[in-house]
């Protein structure tokens, strides 16, 4: 996941494989990813809904490679988690618990900078699904007298606020062990009689790139 913040290079560091299949690539690893994560559960709820770490691949992916991608994979990634075992109850419920709510997770790329900023605006759209397919297709489970908006809105956010602390935590951390490895990697280029002034030159050449290249 670490090598996901490492710009200019696919999943296995190699610099050369072409843009499209490094996208395509990640693209299926994150929704793999977030497949098999979906069947590590801290915390299940009754109805449907757990805490798991199954949206950070998707949250990642989408921070580097854009809203585009981010809604590609989530979709995929929503459809497989469908296929392989899903509940449903009705054909809409499906498609925004599964397909929709993981493709909105790919909105966390409109915001890259703060990458917080993006994983709440993913994992809030995500949460908007489920919200509204509780309160349409869950009603019924709504206690007497308790507005079904409501309801939905306490059950699901009930799991969906830790899966969001989660997120950001973890997120947080990926960057800043991405952050420590490039230190390393100027203490190494330091060791070895690289002067100051022409690293400091090479990473401004290199974010230069970046920012021009969109990636």
Not at 91 to 120: H, I
Request: with cysteine.
């Amino acid at each position: 996941v670490v090598h996901v913040f490492r710009p200019g290079t696919d999943s296995w560091g190699n610099g050369f494989m072409k843009p499209n299949v490094k996208i395509m690539v990640e693209g299926a690893l994150a929704a793999a990813m977030t497949v098999a994560l979906s069947y590590v559960k801290l915390w299940e709820m009754p109805q449907g809904g757990s805490i798991t770490l199954e949206a950070i691949p998707l949250l990642v992916f989408s921070l580097r490679r854009g809203v585009r991608s981010g809604v590609g994979a989530g979709a995929i990634a929503g459809l497989l988690q469908l296929l392989l075992g899903g509940y449903i109850v009705h054909p809409v419920q499906a498609v925004l618990d599964y397909p929709m709510a993981f493709a909105a997770l790919g909105l966390a790329g409109a915001f890259r900078r703060p990458p917080w900023v993006g994983t709440v605006l993913g994992s809030l759209a995500r949460f908007a699904c489920h919200v509204v397919s509780g309160a349409v297709f869950f009603g019924s489970y709504a206690p007497k007298g308790t507005s079904v908006w409501a309801y939905s809105l306490t059950y699901n956010g009930s799991y969906m606020l830790p899966n969001l602390v989660i997120a950001v935590v973890v997120i947080f951390i990926v960057i800043f062990i991405n952050t420590v490895y490039r230190r390393k990697q100027i203490g190494i280029l330091q060791a070895i009689g690289i002067d100051r002034s022409i690293i400091s030159k090479s990473y401004i050449f290199q974010a230069l790139f970046i920012f021009a290249s969109g990636t």
